[in-house]
Each structure stands twice: as structure tokens, then as C-alpha cells.
Nanobody, 125 residues
């Protein structure tokens, strides 16, 4: 049983930085890809970033490219999202996700099998 637990969400001022973490457990993830999604009130869940577990290949949404960095630590079984230069538009619940479809770039929520409970990020002016 795959379990994903996010942490690190909080209130931060615009222009600041934040680091989200996702602790993964339940199996080995060599054939998995991991992703971060976010959902603001009244909006659909949207893709933020993804990384292949084995090779560390990454891909970002245009809205966060150059500001956010996704990484994984194989030894600790964690995936992180470093958020720099945050904006009020980044306010949302952030979800960690994992897909067993293979170590590739997956962009849609429907591509992912497992989800964490989410962590709230609020960016103030």
C-alpha cells in the first residue's frame, strides 16, 4: 500500500520561499514517477511539476518554471518542491502524487494512482 504524506505548507509573504516535502512509503519506487499538483478554491487541480524516480528527469508547468524545483532523495524516499519567488497566485492546496505507469513524464491528474492528503500554501501580498 503506497502512502504519501506531505508537509511544509504554511503562510508566506510574496517573494519568499517555501519547501514542501512528501514522504513516500509502501514499496520501492524505481519504476514510478512522482508529481506535485495544486488546487485553489473553485478551480480544478492543476499540474505543477514531475520527476522520474529512477533518472530524475523533470518537467514543470510554465507558471512555475524558473521559480520551483522538484527533487527526490532515494535514500530517504522523499520528494521535495522548493518554491522560490512565490506569488499570491501560488496559493492553493498542494498534493504529492505517484504513478506506477512507468518512469516517464506524466502531466494529468488521471495519470496518477496515489495521492497524499495535501498541504495548504498561502501567499500574502
Amino acid at each position: 500500500q503506497v502512502q504519501l504524506v506531505e508537509s511544509g505548507g504554511e503562510l508566506v509573504q510574496a517573494g519568499g520561499s517555501l519547501r514542501l516535502s512528501c514522504a513516500a512509503s509502501g514499496r520501492t519506487f524505481d519504476s514510478y514517477s512522482m508529481g506535485w499538483f495544486r488546487q485553489a478554491p473553485g478551480k480544478e487541480r492543476e499540474f505543477v511539476a514531475t520527476i522520474t524516480w529512477s533518472g530524475g528527469r523533470t518537467y514543470y508547468a510554465d507558471s512555475v518554471k524558473g521559480r520551483f524545483t522538484i527533487s527526490r532523495d532515494k535514500a530517504k524516499n522523499t520528494v521535495s518542491l522548493q518554491m522560490n519567488g512565490v506569488k499570491p497566485d501560488d496559493t492553493a492546496v498542494y498534493y504529492c502524487a505517484a504513478t506506477s505507469r512507468g518512469s516517464a513524464i506524466w502531466l494529468r491528474p488521471g495519470n496518477y494512482d496515489h495521492w497524499g492528503q495535501g498541504t495548504q500554501v498561502t501567499v500574502s501580498q
